[in-house]
């Protein structure tokens, strides 16, 4: 295991018991418990201030894992350390050393102004009030909550409240942050400014971050590495370049122009979509070069504009999965 | 800053928290002292229209007897339903990731209310039993020993309903026990009429129970607040309040331990 790893996990495993409870017929019958395998046997570790994404469908076993990495779940099997705690065993120890955040859960009091929320914490962690007030500034000048500090939590709007919340879960400074679904239910400019803000604080302070999310746009902007994991399995444990090297098999080239419906009659060249004077080609990487199809585009025809672009993460995750189902059948 | 202060530090910040919202929701306090009034009032008048020659007892001392008793009822807040919400709705996994105890929390929290709250209700029911009977029962000497037996109860009340809260790890809804819990204080507390007016047999049982240390032993200083009868109040709080507090450490414990196992 390595000492300078932030988070080690090895093996990790985690079923529950689930016990049929419907009808009149279970008031006197007790159904027997099915066994359920959330996480099965996962390893992976990472390095201190890397940026994780930790990705999966709904139910795939991710929120679990980081229930057991911060303690507060046990897992029936495997270890896993975390900046040098087993986290179900020294729970409260860990909990100094690590930030968490729900993004459907809030850790603040609704009914207090969030300045007051934030001192509260502050003396939960033991932050003395010099330290607490300077750690404060800090984060409110990076999260821009500055206005917000003294508004009842209640009065904000979600992409307010998500800042404050994560201004919460790093009052004390933690070396470790663990997000789960941090842009949940924010709209676009919100979700930009998060992630921003969450690059710039893991940049400034060496923050290692990682995240579970639904939103490939977290897992673009803001991480380095993504952990695919699916039915309790770990899929796959890449940099997020390789990630898109290996699953991007192609472009999308959109060309603006003269004509009104221009046509590429190439090997691995498909039209994806048309409007008039706006063609999407679907290049197919390992039948044709990108540029040998756009030379051919400059040469037949009148380009105004063109753009290339790679696929969303979600078409190289939804790839990702097939290829898993493919190899298990 | 080492770990005590830390705790006692964030202990005393959630108490202040308790308090100061308690101050602040002026609505439920003119709603508590308004609903307060109403059994204190009734039981005034019932006492006074009751014959109670060769009781021991009269309707001025039993009326402030009820004020007392009320008063402890009335201060203490509903922490059992904030519990069991923090339970259902996953939001205690939040709570369990900070390195401060979940339930110690809640006691500092709900203490701080249910302190501000007592004042208040002995301060206002005071006002009204004095207005209502034109004497005050005891010596002002002994007011110290008997606010402070209430402060206690409401406490050993309080630590009752942190255990019945965290039994929504078990059984997802908490009040039935909260109903039942209730109305064997009132009974066995002696709510409405002092334990030593029941039959023995119903006393005895009473006296032997948590209930009498919540709401009849603190009242009955106003009967009798002798430093014998102070003594034996404080006695009795501190072997309830004992074993309270064991009791929450256990039933915290063993639900902690289910919610690490089995996820909340």
Redesign the interface.
């Known amino acids: 295991m390595s000492a300078a790893a932030a988070i080690v996990v090895e093996n990790l495993a985690k079923s529950?018991?689930v016990r049929r409870r419907v009808g009149l017929s279970t008031l006197f019958k007790r159904e027997p418990a099915t066994e359920v395998e959330a996480v099965r046997g996962i390893s992976f570790s990472i390095r201190p201030g890397e940026r994780v994404a930790f990705i999966g469908p709904n139910g795939a076993g991710k929120s679990?894992t980081l229930?057991m990495l911060?303690?507060?779940?046990?897992p029936s099997s495997g270890h896993a350390e975390v900046a040098g705690f087993v986290p179900?065993q020294e729970?409260?120890?860990l909990?100094?050393r690590?930030g968490?955040l729900?993004g459907q859960?809030?850790?603040l009091?609704y009914?207090?102004p969030v300045r007051?929320s934030l001192?509260?914490i502050a003396?939960?962690?033991?932050l003395?009030r010099v330290h607490a007030a300077a750690r404060l500034d800090r984060l409110a000048g990076t999260l821009a909550i500055a206005d917000l500090l003294d508004r009842p939590v209640a009065q904000l709007s979600l992409g307010q409240r998500l800042r404050c919340e994560i201004a919460a879960a790093l009052m004390h400074a933690p070396p470790i942050l663990l997000l789960d679904e941090p842009t949940i239910g924010l709209d676009v400019s919100a979700k930009a400014s998060l992630r921003d803000h969450l690059i710039q604080l893991s940049t400034e302070e060496g923050t290692t971050i990682l995240l579970t999310s639904h939103d490939t746009g977290d897992i673009e902007r803001i991480c380095e590495r993504a952990l695919v994991i699916d039915k309790g399995l770990l899929l796959l444990d890449q940099p997020l370049a390789a990630l898109r090297a290996q699953h991007l098999r192609h472009r999308l080239v959109t060309l603006m122009t003269e004509e009104e419906s221009p046509a590429l009659d190439l090997p691995g060249v498909a039209v994806a979509s048309r409007e008039p004077h706006r063609t999407s080609f679907a290049v197919d990487l390992g039948l044709i070069a990108v540029e040998r199809v756009v030379a051919t585009a400059l040469e037949r025809f009148s380009v105004r504009d063109l753009a290339i672009e790679n696929p969303p993460l979600d078409d190289v995750i939804r790839d990702i999965y097939r290829g898993a189902e493919a190899r298990v059948t | 800053?080492n770990e005590t202060?830390?705790v006692l530090?964030?202990s005393t910040?959630?108490l202040r928290?308790g308090w100061h919202?308690a101050c602040r929701d002026r609505i439920g306090l003119f709603g508590r002292l308004l609903l307060f009034s109403i059994p204190v009032v009734i039981f005034a008048t019932i006492w006074q229209a009751t014959p109670l020659a060769g009781s021991g007892h009269d309707a001025d001392r039993l009326s402030w007897y009820v004020m007392m008793t009320e008063a402890i009822v009335f201060s203490v807040g509903y922490v059992f339903r904030e519990i069991e919400q923090d339970i259902n709705?996953?939001?205690i996994?939040?709570?369990?990731?900070?390195?401060?105890a979940y339930v110690l929390a809640w006691i500092a929290e709900e203490a701080g209310g249910t302190l501000f709250r007592l004042l208040a209700l002995l301060a206002y029911g005071s006002l009204i039993a004095w207005l209502a009977t034109g004497m005050v029962p005891f010596a002002w000497a002994a007011a110290p020993a008997i606010v402070l037996a209430a402060i206690f109860a409401a406490f050993l009340a309080l630590l009752f309903q942190v255990v019945i809260g965290l039994l929504t790890a078990w059984v997802g809804t908490p009040a039935p026990a909260y109903w039942i819990w209730q109305k064997l204080v009132f009974v066995f507390g002696g709510l409405f009429i002092p334990l030593t007016l029941y039959p023995d047999w119903i006393r005895d049982i009473g006296m032997a129970t948590p209930f009498a240390a919540i709401l009849y032993r603190p009242a009955s200083l106003v009967l009798a607040a002798d430093q014998v009868a102070i003594v034996e109040v404080f006695l009795w709080q501190g072997l309830w309040l004992a074993l309270a507090l064991l009791l929450v450490a256990a039933v915290a414990a063993a639900a902690t331990r289910r919610?690490?196992?089995?996820?909340?």
Not at chain 1, 70 to 74: D, V
């Open positions: 529950f018991r679990t229930k911060t303690g507060i779940l046990t179900w729970r409260q120890k909990a100094r690590i968490i729900f859960r809030s850790q009091w009914h207090l007051d001192k509260l003396r939960i962690y033991g003395d | 800053m202060s830390r530090g964030a910040a959630f928290l919202d709705s996953g939001a996994e939040a709570a369990l990731s900070r390195p401060f919610f690490l196992r089995e996820g909340v």
